[in-house]
């Protein structure tokens, strides 16, 4: 008996006691991952409401907007809660620096938060009789609204480097094709949000929207797994895979189905709820699919020793 | 030693950087077996066999370092003519009474060479055995007779030399493989290395700690390794000797200073009620006229000074007659014996933890409920004081609460960081340690207890006779602080003694008979020389030599290595420049060195004793065991011993296997007690496999002191046995599960550990299992953990010299799964009882 | 900056006493990890955590011996490694990186240590470290490591554990002469036969610039638990930022296009597909799409992804 185990049945690879060598993130559920989902939503509803704004389509605009602003603050809400000590959330805040995606993130959700907040509220402070002449109030908001068309795009992307920027194999080693998978998977939910908020007529290209972030996440999906190889298994096994795989439907079927919706109402709401529990299904497993890698110690040394037996 | 003693074993991992090599022989692969560069599996309990065939094999090679065994050993000395050993007796040595099972030893003795000590004085027989006599030659040995009859030549068929010769003949690396299962290649190693680092250039070291003593050959296994250190000239030399890693942090002490029932401090033998009537007749029986021994009356006389001050004059023998008396053996065990029987009504318990750290828990057990009254006084709430409110003998029934009678008194304990004085080490260094904080709440030292339980008894006392030992008493120290806290330092002085006037002594030479000097402990006269607390010199090890004398105080004299004049020839030179340490610088006319010189400082080597000379002055110039009657190391003990004046391979009192050597199976002069309350294992299959029991680095023996500890308890949370993989596989146990192990003293339950590091052995022709069982584990004692108590399953049985339990080697069998509860575990155990 | 000071294990000498352990606890005033016995030799404490700073791993490593004369080989221990881990104190620290409070700072000595009191607990160095070490306390809910004994370093003491290892397996100091020292000893081990002793992340050169930290093994790391190639992945965080844009650029691209593509069709309300794309075939609007410029982007920006991956490469 070899007492120093080896759990994993890894040819020829060595652990202590099948214990893992790093920490698995100590993110808790639900709210690392519905917030990942929340920020992507915001992020994209923005570039979504700022487009809506510049093409003069008011009420996609306007729940565009709201998205936004809600996604961000509920987020940002989740993440404090996230937090050992919420009540330090403004340590966040403290520094910028730039080594740490979090940080340079906190700064991002800053100020998404804080623009599409404001987007949102001139926009709905129009609908209040006292605003009617406040031209002032509207100018602010769209403003806010235009530069949210920056944060946004990164606010559903930063959360890519966020994760990728650990030690764990399987965020890690797709650090190239996370971005895309989050930025659809954002499109995706945003797009979907949109499409159950707007009256049809004015939802085309919410559903436009939807439907290619749908085709982004399933592309960058397919080429993660399969560039990753090895480190790629968790997304495929256990409670991971079951999450993966069942966003993979929804979103491929939701993202279908935006396409086809057109007006109607039944094919609308089906395609919104299954992008949005699609989109939710992919944060829940790209961040099960870490926490499996890195509890097992397969991923961690092998390709750390296949590195190092091909080096010289 | 790395288990137990990290902090010594960091030196032997010193020596191993430069170049010693390190052999490790015990039943487990420990951590210190990790270390070692060769590790020998034994079985446990057969090591004499180990030890006697390294001696056959030294003494049939002639690798003896004979200049060194001629001058310093008695190898040459004629033994008498009715002497028989257990080659001729099948295990037995002459002297043997069946009805008493002790032996008489007078046919032991050196021949004679005319005039003969009495008949009662030789040492040993019943009543000598019964109170321990042995263990008191702590600081030395028997009396026997000064200059005996010898042959230089070694030829003579009845010199010692021969008769060991004869003796370890059978003891071979053969009988080594069938016995403690330790394959001839392996044991060859071992002897190679053992006799090649022997001589004049080099010395070879054993250390040895509880894994040899507890057993009912314990003192013989030493005596074992003694042999076969002066037969390789390793005593006396730096880099030689038996290290005894001995075990509480000044367990030394409390053998120097004793808490023994059978010792006075210094090694002075307490006064037995039969055999000592008054002070003469106690200084004619206990000890030699010759050797340093002959200046006992100094030492008792200035004990008695200290202890009775202005009272103890010459015409009341100093107050001799104040001593208790021994009767017999009041040892531990007889001691619980008396309780469960209703001889013995109250007990103190100081700094012990017995109902779980002492064999035969249950029977400790039931005579602590039989008491009247019980003090315990420790850091915590161990099992010992709880035992009748929680002890394991409610849950099967065996015990009621409220049918117990012991009125239990706890007093909280200061620690050892909580008061000031010195700890005794294994090395003989006092070292004082000062108080680092007060101790909390109403704990206080164990100083404060004795003082002020002292004095408040003496103010009960009355006018009558019968009170004045302790109305005598010298009991007058200065107190200090809020507690009134006796002065530690004012304790040391008085044990360092005084002269007449008054000023602190600083050798024990000038302790005298005439009641002019007292001294609280012959041996540590000289602490308080000057004045001053050499026990608290703490010069570091960077600023002097190697043998840093000023670190702490060494008793005797502050001599680091005893018996050092053996590392000089017998003309005074060092045996070699390597390991030069003392010599006779003829010149100044004085011996001189690294250390103390341990001989009389200007006593040349070629000094001969004159007809009729005592004390030290009869040992020559070239005796360096200047402790014995005889000045020479004994290779062969003439007197002192319960069980023989040699060693001989015995069987475990539980043991698998018959003794190959001889159809005396186990040591017959062993002490049992064969009752009910704690019996024996049968022979036979029911319990297969061996047992040996032992202690983790992460806790500390019965447990009061570190299953409290978080930052311990978390170390080893569990009690569990370690066993070998095929013997887990043949039981169907995995590693982590539960096993339940049973001798006829109880059942208990372990989680298991499978590992390799415990071997299966090859011992007669079978495989023999053994089990590990570390013993720190108890149901209460504010632990954090807790566990069963494994000293439920160790017999009561003890060595006949020194009356330590045989804790090493049992036997046991072993059931998957965890114990019955209650009733069910009762009844389990009559099935091995009786089934 | 003083001298940058480090540790030095070598667990060829360590007796597994956990002498290192308890110190450690005691002087920084740790919890305890729970009592479980976990039948793992003698660990009963795992690894690194938030309440244990120092943790000394017992590997038994077996081979098959002959008992003397039994006919059965037994698998028998041939050796028990010991080895005393800790924060390795990396020359690029993940954990500092990418700490976003500046909780994590780099001492005058050279080490990583957190503040207790600026900690936010968001939990992102516990994964961000190559080594597993540092670890975000349950209840308490701050990350905590060794800190080298930064309060002890700065009264000019010894760290706890390295005092209070009775075999010098812990060596403090500086750290260049602890790596030479290292050598050294590395150079005598082989020498004496131990061709399996070498040094671990004692290399500047190593994923994470070298380890402040590093350790003197008797087997490959990952034996011992430790990573056999650990890398500070923060080293990729230029080209994750690179990607990251690219996916954020590809986000407003594709939203703007199905703004701006969808044009009036959508406005009157009509489906992408014309309505005919369920019935076979794309409806004119549908093929329209699929020729639109925003799905050639698209499909353009999903095929640049592998001109770009072997661009950063
Ligand atoms: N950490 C720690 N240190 C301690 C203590 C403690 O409890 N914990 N206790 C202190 C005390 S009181 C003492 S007395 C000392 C004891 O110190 P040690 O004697 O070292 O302690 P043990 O572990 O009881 O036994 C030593 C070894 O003897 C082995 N052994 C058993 N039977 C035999 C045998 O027949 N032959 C041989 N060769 N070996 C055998 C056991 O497997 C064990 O490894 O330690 C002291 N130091
Ligand atoms: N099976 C088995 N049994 C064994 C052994 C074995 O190897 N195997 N070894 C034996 C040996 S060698 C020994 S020494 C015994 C030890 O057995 P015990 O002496 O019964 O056990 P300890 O736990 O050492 O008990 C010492 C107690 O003293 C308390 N204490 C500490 N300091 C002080 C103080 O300053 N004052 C007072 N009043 N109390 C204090 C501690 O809290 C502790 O509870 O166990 C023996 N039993
Ligand atoms: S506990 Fe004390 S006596 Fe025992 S090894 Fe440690 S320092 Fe030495
Ligand atoms: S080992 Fe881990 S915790 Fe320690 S400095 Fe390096 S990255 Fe940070
Ligand atoms: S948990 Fe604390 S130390 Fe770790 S990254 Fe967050 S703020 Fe920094
Ligand atoms: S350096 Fe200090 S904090 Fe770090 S492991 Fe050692 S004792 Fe603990
Ligand atoms: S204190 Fe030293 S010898 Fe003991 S476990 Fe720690 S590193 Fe090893
Ligand atoms: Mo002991």
Sequence with gaps: MRTEGAVVPEAGFRSYYGRPVIKPPVWHEPHMPTYLYLGGMSGVSSSMAVMARLTGNPRLARSARLAAAVGASAGAALLAAELGRPERFLNMLRVFKPTSPMSVGSWILAAQSGLSAAAASADLAELLPAAKDMALLATAGDAALLATGLTGPLTATYTAVLIADTAVPAWHEAYRELPFLFAGSAMAAAGAVAMLATPRAQAGPARAVAALGAALETAAGTVMERRLGMVGRPYREGRAGRLMGTARLLTAGGGLLAAVAGRSRVLTALSGLALTAGSLCTRFGVLEAGRASAADPAYTIVPQRERLDAAP | MAECHPVGFQWVMEAKARGAKVFHVDPRFTRTSAMADRYLPIRAGSDIVLLGALINHVLDNGLDFRAYVLAYTNAATIVSEDFRDTEDLDGLFSGWDPDTATYAPRSWAYAATGEQPPAEHAEGGRRHAEAAGPETY?????????????????????????????????????????????????????????????????????????????????????????????????????????????????????????????????????????????????????????????????????????????????????????????????????????????????????????????????????????????????????????????????????????????????????????????????????????????????????????????????????????????????????????????????????INGVGPDGRALSSSTQLRPDGSTACGCWIYCGVYADEVNQAARRRPRGEQDVVAPEWGWAWPANRRILYNRASADPEGRPWSERKAYVWWDAERGEWTGHDVPDCEIGKPPDYLPPEGARAQDALAGTDPFIMQSDGKGWLYAPSGLADGPMPAHYEPHESPVANLLYGQRANPARRTYDRPESPYNRPGPLFPYVLTTYRLTEHHTAGGMSRPLAYLAELQPELFCEMDPRLAARLGLGNGDWATIVTSRTVLEARVLVTGRMRPLRVEGRVIHQIGLPYHWGWGGGGLVTGDVVNDLTPLVLDPNVYIQEGKAMTCDVRPGRRPRGRAMLDLLETYRHG | MAERMGFFTDTSVCIGCKACEVACKEWNQLPDDGFVFEATSYDNTGMLGASTWRHVAFIEQSRPVQVPSDPEAEDSVDRWLMSSDVCKHCTHAACLDVCPTGALFRTEFGTVVVQSDICNGCGYCVPACPYGVIDRREGDGRAWKCTMCYDRQLGGLEPACAKACPTDSIQFGPLDELRERAEERVARLRADGHEEARLYGESPSDGVGGAGAFFLLLDEPEVYGLPPDPVATTRDLPAMWRWAGAAALSVAGAVALAFLNGGPGLKSGTSLNGGTFLTGGAGPKGRAFLKSRAFLKGRALLKGRALLKGGTR
């Design chain 2, 138 to 494: 702590g600081a030395g040995g028997a009396a026997a007779h000064p200059s005996p009859r010898t042959d230089p030549t070694l030829t003579h068929p009845r010199c010692v030399y021969q008769i060991l010769k004869r003796h370890f003949a059978r003891y071979t690396p053969e009988l080594v493989e069938r016995l403690c299962g330790i394959p001839g290649a392996a044991f060859a190693e071992l002897a190679e290395a053992v006799t090649a680092n022997s001589g004049r250039e080099r010395t070879t070291a054993w250390v040895y700690s509880v894994g040899w003593t507890q057993h009912t050959v314990g003192a013989q296994y030493i005596r074992t390794a003694a042999i076969l250190q002066l037969l390789l000239g390793n005593v006396g030399r730096p880099g030689g000797g038996i290290m005894a890693l001995r075990g509480h942090a000044s367990i030394q002490g409390s053998t120097d200073i004793p808490t023994l029932f059978n010792i006075l401090p210094g090694y002075l033998a307490m006064p037995h009620a039969h055999r000592h009537e008054d002070l003469e007749h106690y200084l004619e029986r206990e000890g030699g006229e010759t050797g340093f021994w002959g200046n006992r009356r100094s030492y008792l006389v200035s004990l008695l000074k200290a202890w009775w001050g202005e009272a103890a004059t010459e015409d009341n023998d100093y107050c001799f007659g104040h001593l208790p008396r021994l009767t017999g053996d009041h040892g531990h065990y007889t001691t619980v014996m008396g309780q469960i029987d209703g001889t013995v009504k109250g007990y103190f318990v100081i700094g012990e933890n017995p109902a779980v750290g002492s064999s035969g828990g249950r029977a400790q057990r039931l005579g602590l409920a039989n008491l009247d009254w019980l003090v315990v006084r420790d850091l915590t709430l161990v099992e010992t004081a709880t035992f009748w409110r929680d002890g394991p003998e409610l849950e099967t029934g065996e015990m009621r609460t409220e049918d117990i009678g012991t009125e239990v008194f706890f007093l909280p304990a200061a620690s050892h960081v909580e008061k000031e004085g010195t700890f005794t080490n294994t090395q003989r260094l006092l070292q004082w340690r000062e108080k680092a904080l007060d101790p909390p709440g109403d704990c206080r030292s164990d100083l404060w207890f004795y003082y002020h339980l002292g004095r408040l008894v003496r103010r009960r006392l009355s006018d009558d006779e019968i009170d004045r030992p302790p109305r005598e008493l010298t009991w007058d120290y200065p107190v200090h602080g809020a507690h009134r806290e006796p002065s530690a330092e004012a304790v040391l002085r008085e």
